[in-house]
């Protein structure tokens, strides 16, 4: 059943080794954990989202580390991100889980912070 979500915590950037690109991250990250890439995954990228949908969130080539997160009661849509001093990201988001997922309400409140940082807003 869809119902309205609000979701307020801190998001860090993960950062890949040396020469490290985002499939190789998640293919060490999965197997340093017991996991894999299952036959109807067409990459470790795809077995990583699947396997960590709550923990991890991928925005194009980047992985947001989300686990302090808490959610809360309320009913409008909010997509907020502000970076702090330490590097990691305050967010706040609300959303119709019917309507778009997780992933999608994060990615649009990085992607939004991306871009007031390259206007010079934020």
């Known amino acids: 059943m869809s119902e309205w ?3 307020k915590g801190v998001a860090k950037l993960v ?19 017991g996991r894999g890439k299952r036959e109807y ?3 470790y990228k795809e077995a990583f989202e ?21 959610e809360y009661e309320d009913n409008s849509d909010i997509s907020k991100a502000e970076r702090n001093d330490d590097g ?10 019917g309507g778009i997922p ?13 871009s ?3 206007s ?3």
């Open 5 to 7: 979500e609000h979701l």
């Open 15 to 33: 950062k890949f080794e040396d020469g490290e690109n985002i499939e190789a991250f998640c293919k060490r990250y999965l197997e340093e954990c």
């Open 41 to 43: 995954h067409d990459s």
């Open 50 to 70: 699947d396997e960590y949908c709550y923990e991890f969130v991928v925005v194009d080539d980047e992985i947001y580390d989300v686990r302090a997160v808490v």
């Open 88 to 97: 990691s990201i305050d967010i706040e988001l609300k959303f119709y889980n």
């Open 102 to 114: 997780f992933r999608a309400a994060f990615a649009d409140a990085i992607r939004e912070l991306k």
């Open 116 to 118: 007031k940082s390259e």
């Open 120 to 122: 010079g807003v934020a």
